[in-house]
């Protein structure tokens, strides 16, 4: 069997979900899957010097031969948020070529990002007659409605919902990621049938808890380990509703034993750093995005992790930070949606459940963990608990074989 990738990030890009592609294609390559991939010279957190480099490759490999990677040149992303459609439109263009091109290949599996990938793939599978598995990481337009940059029945919404429709109708099989998401496109008439639930995951041989006298950076950003820390880390964005978090930070600003930290970049980040200077925020401090190997290091300064985001979100989208949160044994506090998210930290008594955009709430829950620090400790275990006992990087993994090998011998 061989696969067609047609990725908009790959490694050695810094991205939130970067781990679930690289380890999706290690446990391809164990299985005896070969793959192609086609994907833009990277560019997120990667400094210019190694871009420059990857420009003299015309491919490489990895995984002992089993993945060959073709890098085509785009542009450098930018937080203009119509120059980065720019970008998504030219990128997709260039990867309707390659993926027509491509002609060895016996099944596509395509990624969610940028929401017109899937609907190139899917005029791609049509010329190319191969299966198309969708993997549906967060739900567009919806999430454009949430975050605010479209309004449910306006014209970039009903577009949205024509490429959305179009996009499910030729796929053979869409991967979601939570409960909600499924309920969200089952009542948009996608037939269950075509419908698999796989969790993201998270290797918790790598993601594990660290004390905080074993933790280098405390030092690194000078941060004292007597202090009660709240850690936000990945893309500072309107989805995630990062105000609510410099608005708790105002509020705590009283007591100051309490620091919030933020490590990420994204589409408003000057913004971000604008507000701190604006609101004199004094109990706040924003990092740049750490390299996947330091994550464990970054969430264990926490003494509780935020999962935040804008009302509306929670049936779009399933932060799948939150898992590697937990298993770096820390709870977790959520601003969200009510649903699946709500169910998993409750019953398994692993963090506190805030309701999206509830100052309120955000600033009590982050309070009580603060007068509770034994209970602090006792969520985080059981969030690390969790991790290994349901969401393990092999058992996910495999299921995504199981896809493909169904599809493959029908």
């Not at 454009?144 to 996009?167: H, N």
Request: one cysteine or more; a positive charge; charged letters at 20%.
């Amino acid at each position: 069997m061989k696969i067609l990738l047609l990725q908009s990030y790959f490694y050695p890009e810094n991205t939130a979900d970067l781990h679930l592609d690289c380890d999706r294609c290690e446990a391809f390559a164990r299985e005896g899957i070969t793959m192609e991939c086609y994907t833009p010279l990277p560019v997120r957190g990667v400094p210019e010097k190694v871009r420059k480099e990857y420009r003299k490759r015309r491919y490489e490999y990895m995984y002992e031969g089993s993945l060959k990677i073709h890098r085509f040149w785009m542009m450098k992303e930018n937080h203009n948020s119509f120059l980065r459609a720019i970008r998504y439109l030219l990128s997709c263009i260039i990867h309707f070529y390659y993926g027509i091109r491509s002609k060895s290949c016996d099944i596509m599996l395509i990624v969610s990002t940028p929401p017109i990938q899937g609907a190139m793939a899917a005029i791609v599978k049509k010329i190319r007659k191969i299966p198309l598995v969708y993997n549906l990481q967060d739900v567009f337009p919806d999430s454009l409605v949430a975050s605010g940059l479209a309004s449910k029945g306006g014209l970039l919404w009903k577009i949205g919902r024509k490429i959305e429709d179009f996009t499910y109708k030729n796929s053979d099989i869409i991967i979601v990621v939570s409960q909600d998401i499924k309920q969200n496109i089952l009542k948009k008439g996608v037939p269950e049938y075509k419908i698999r639930l796989i969790y993201n995951w998270v290797d918790s041989n790598r993601i594990y808890p660290i004390q905080k006298k074993n933790n280098p950076l405390f030092f690194k950003f000078n941060l004292d380990t007597n202090k009660f820390y709240v850690v936000y880390a990945g893309n500072l964005g309107l989805s995630q509703n990062i105000n609510i978090l410099l608005e708790a930070a105002q509020k705590l600003q009283s007591n100051n034993n309490i620091v919030f930290l933020l490590f990420g970049s994204g589409g408003i980040e000057e913004n971000i750093k604008s507000e701190i200077h604006r609101l004199n925020i004094s109990n706040l401090k924003l990092f740049p995005l750490q390299p996947y190997e330091l994550v464990p290091y970054v969430y264990s300064i926490g003494d509780v992790c935020i999962v935040s985001c804008k009302k509306g979100l929670g049936g779009s989208a399933m932060p799948s930070k939150t898992w590697t949160i937990m298993s770096s044994g820390r709870p977790v506090i959520a601003n969200f949606d009510e649903g699946e998210l709500k169910t998993i930290i409750e019953d398994n008594k692993c963090g506190l459940f805030t309701h999206s955009e509830d100052l309120d709430e955000l600033v009590d829950a982050v309070t009580y963990m603060y007068n509770n620090p034994k209970l602090c400790i006792e969520f985080g275990a059981n969030a690390r608990n969790f991790i290994v006992n349901n969401l393990s990087k092999d058992l996910c993994t495999s299921q995504y074989i199981e896809v493909l090998n169904n599809l493959t011998h029908k």
